[in-house]
């Protein structure tokens, strides 16, 4: 977060007229590019604060000591950079971690699911309500695009708890190439009287002679940089730091309108009046890539990189000639599987996150020769989680509103234009991705006009993890995360009527199913085998179809029991919704409230994941309503990698069986006697088989 | 490689005899392991071993110095193995290397195709021929798996180049978490005397009171183990390290038999001998993860980890109370994209690989804003290729057999096994993965009995680099790797029917065709709808089906000109191979000679790559044949990503089209104005477009 750069687009204006009169050659939106021909590199400057780069090493603190960490996220985008910086961190680390994260409503619900499932053992992880915080920072004039947010830094001592007397406070475009250990080494170099430690600005901005009349904050020589900061709490608070910069960012105010580069301005003015207040760090804790920096002069020299800085807007896309470099560094993390970060510290005390003791210990009990142990070992897996990944708009309330409900993996992703064609309202989507995947998931919605123009759909990315599909898993994470009052449980191969969205809205409002009445709408199923076909307007065109036999009922070949009983004859000529009866493995698509229960997790891979869903509605006396005009197709594609090893393994085949069983007995216990009737069922179809 | 373990298997009767015997418990299959009540650990000399690893650091070497790596390295895992060591070294290090591998035939011409299309910056790779070093050691009986190769070590002195004066030697199964640099560094500690710098041996088996009669080879203590191993090659030159361990090792030979851990035995007896010329490295340097070792008194101690070693025959799968935390940092570097470790050194002088520049310039004189932008640098795109990633059988020499040639991606693995059923003979298949795929796809295949039955099948791993699919890039990888004289060119999705190998091997012998005449043999191609259906037989049951409607001529509906010329109609009442003639757009799957003209790279992503082959084929003045009996079906699946940006993306178009008009300037060059026909048939298909 918080990358100096990009003004007010007022701000911008202003300063490239300036520009356009003087006759300088504006390099960039970023506001702390450098004009080389109008600025020599401070060399003395750059190499004495190298030189302390050079000096021996403090030594270590104790093994196991406990490192803090600060960070402020706000919004989509920071909630994605931050996990890339933790992941980063992460990597490198030999100490617990205390995270403390300043967030605001939707960075926390991200984060706390995250942070939850990922169950990386030594991570404590703190949030702390950045709404709170707005009141104490609002009343400087910002014109940097992090907003308010970007001010937060200043009042972190305040804002974290007493006992904390220093932490390490990181910019979420940080990336670390070294163990965070060695940059808390370096509170041991402060002096008495040191409360902050940071590295140079690595540009010309606060020199103040990028064009005539930039008027840059006051700072000492070249400023600092608030990418990376240690702090010592303690000490800020015995030195009154809450009075002492407020008044100086008043006084600087009467005169410079407002901050252009938020928190650090601030920070760099106080320097300017209290030099002795800041440890000067060595340059390689902070190699800060915006357009025209002067990084150069540093990592060329060093023997070692501890930490970039993406302090470009552009990010990644920065011009620079060792962009390449960089990125690939950053890429890294960027796709580094998360799973691989839950990783013990040996000679620590156990800290293992809430949980995950009871999950060793149901893992430690499974057999590894038992034929089904991937099947159960699948079942316990805790998935990393990342609710609403991309951009979101959360729909207005409205009380017959149907959120689309599904889950995909990789293969499917070219489903999602066509499904947003077919589908104009909310949806909930779980993806079962890696974190390599996972971006080249961000690109696909980045470059697909039709997918960056929803802002009603919500991604939920599932890690992967073990070698069978989280069916259940993931339908369950979509469906925790719709938020309209109903749901429309679909499969991604489906694309609904173009009239269902509007058609499902009516039909709701019409049954008046409230409290009292408890339904599930049934939507009838088709499927086509061609790859191309011209998707039908209305039912009369739907039935054409069938009977000119380029369209058929879902699955009729194949497996008939699990959409017969929504009865397409009746349907043919229903005018009005009418009510079906349960029967043996029936898994129609259904519209159910939001609150309905949930899928069982242990169907993993292919098999019998709806129907026991659909068991579960019928035994809490869910009603079965088959809408006459409701219709979705299912289109043609590859079986997939689980329903081909259903086929050919019969071990695959007898745990599905296992599972099934397992099921009934836990359905039996939940609903006795009424149970009975799936019981039999049950009983007469493996009879049959 | 060379893992110390897994005796013969009359050695492992032998010792479980003795131990049945004795009334021990054996624990494992690696003769490593420790009887930990047998064994006390020696503190003492843990501790004074260790305690080096806290003496002050040697100064650094100069910045960019070229530091040298051996590995001896032969067949198909051991060259999987080594790729995973070489990422991990890559990432970490700061220095120029040169690799130095001696290695077999089939790891050559593995890794010579690797590094040659890896283009890391600043890694020179020499190749040193074992079949060359084998009579040096071939004197000696050795009991380890590992074989002749396992003792190889003992001659890099006398093998590597005289004027090379210091080497480190790993085995393939290390995996680095730390600069080997800091390991180079070890060198400076060395005495005037000292000529190889080795870690404890982390187990008991040195002791010899693993059971009774238990007779391991001479050791100083413990004993040292050989997986990582600095060598002063200059030194051992002087002090005639090659006589005195050949007197050393037939003396031992006269009471002991054979070596069981290869030249580790050896090494360890002239040291016994010669204490004087070792230098005893830190534990972290080689952290040992055989069954019962001893190492976590390493770990646990140490503040880090340098070096880990999985030198129990069981790898990964090694029982150890912490074997999830070494395994996760070990599927970092298997799974690492190895792309981004094509990292220049900063500082050092720039050592592009062969072939690197020419590649930076072609790049940089790209326009990312020109449309076709992402098909430019796609097509420029060097990947890396892993060739024969899984063991293989080359087929047999004879004069009419004919390899199956495709390419394919995850998501269509499962076409595989049927793939397999249908085809008996050879195949050569290109795999577009990223490194972590490549995984699952080992994985994939050692699950399937099918596939792990077959070794007639070369897998080739092409890594996945940039937005479009490299199609003919892919054919050319598979293409170039197929080893019978004849090829069938086919499509992944296709299956042949059952007897097609053989009827192609009969036609091939029949039609006698041989330098004289060029003939491109067309197999003409069907497609089913149906997600399950029942193969035909034969010709016979395919025409029934074709007019029952359950098979179709291929791609009939959408793309008639891609297959029409091969004359359906004809083909039902064929009894002898018949001629056709070229039309445009034709893209018939064709079986010819293995020297045929490559497939045009410049085509990628989805569109007209086999038209153009076969332009190619027609204008060198191949005759089209079609097979009467000959026949394959394609099955259904979803649309690619490809194929669906091609539908949905004016621009796609436009630089699919762009490709094409090149393609046609290229062949009016080659072919003058015999090429006319193409480009005035391209002229037509547009003005009807």
Known sequence: ??????????????????????????????????????????????????????????????????????????????????????????????????????????????????????????????????????????????????????????????????????????????????????????????????????????????????WKNHRPWPALGRGFNTGVILLRLDRLRQIGWEPMWKLIAKRELLTLKATSLADQDIFNAVIKEHPELVLPLPCVWNVQLSDHTLAEHCYLEAADLKVIHWNSPKKLQVKNKHAEFFRNLHLTFLGYDGKLLRRELFGCPNQLPPGAEQLQQALA????????????QQQLTVHRVHITFLSHQPPPLRPHDVTLVAQLSMDRLQMLEALCRHWPGPMSLALYLT?????????????????????????????????????????????????????FLSDIDFLPAYSLYDYLRASLKQLELGSQRKAALVVPAFETLHYRFSFPNTKAELLNLLDAGSLHTFRYHEWPQGHAPTDYSRWREAQAPYRVQWSADYEPYVVVPRDCPRYDPRFVGFGWNKVAHIIELDAQEYELLVLPEAFSIHLPHAPSLDISRFRSSPTYRDCLQALKEEFHQDLSRRYGSAALKYLTALQQSQSRA
């Open 365 to 376: 009990q499974l057999d590894e020769e038992e034929p089904c142990f991937e099947f159960r």
């Open 435 to 487: 974190d390599a995947e996972a971006q080249q998931f961000l690109h696909f919605v980045e470059t697909s006009p039709v997918l960056s123009a929803r802002k009603d759909v919500a991604y939920h990315v599932v890690y992967r993890e073990g070698p069978l599909y989280p069916v259940n898993q993931l339908r369950n994470v979509a469906l925790a995360q719709a938020l309209t009052p109903y749901v």
């Open 1 to 210: 977060m918080l990358p100096r750069g990009r003004p007010r687009a007022i701000g911008a204006a202003a300063l490239l007229l300036l520009l356009l009169v003087v006759g300088f050659f504006l390099f960039g939106r970023d506001p702390e590019y450098g004009l080389r021909a109008a600025a020599t590199l401070d060399g003395e400057q750059y190499g004495s604060r190298n030189r302390s780069a050079s000096s021996p090493q403090p030594p270590l603190p104790p093994k196991c000591e406990l490192l803090h960490v600060a960070i402020v996220c706000a919004g989509y985008n920071s909630s994605r950079e931050i996990v890339t910086l933790v992941k980063s961190v992460l990597f490198y680390r030999k100490n617990p971690l205390h995270l403390h994260l300043v967030t605001d409503i939707v960075a926390r619900n991200i984060l706390e699911t995250l942070f939850r499932t990922w169950m990386v053992p030594a991570v404590v992880v703190s949030f702390y309500d950045a709404e709170e915080l707005k009141p104490l920072i609002s009343w400087i004039p910002n014109k940097h695009y992090s907003g308010l947010y970007g001010l937060m830094k200043l009042v972190l001592p305040s804002a974290l708890p007493l006992s904390l007397d220093r932490v390490i406070v990181l910019d979420t475009d940080i990336t670390f190439f070294s163990d965070i250990l060695e940059l808390w080494t370096l509170f041991a170099r402060f002096s008495d009287k040191q409360v902050v430690g940071l590295v140079d600005n690595q540009s010309n901005w606060y020199l103040g002679n990028l």
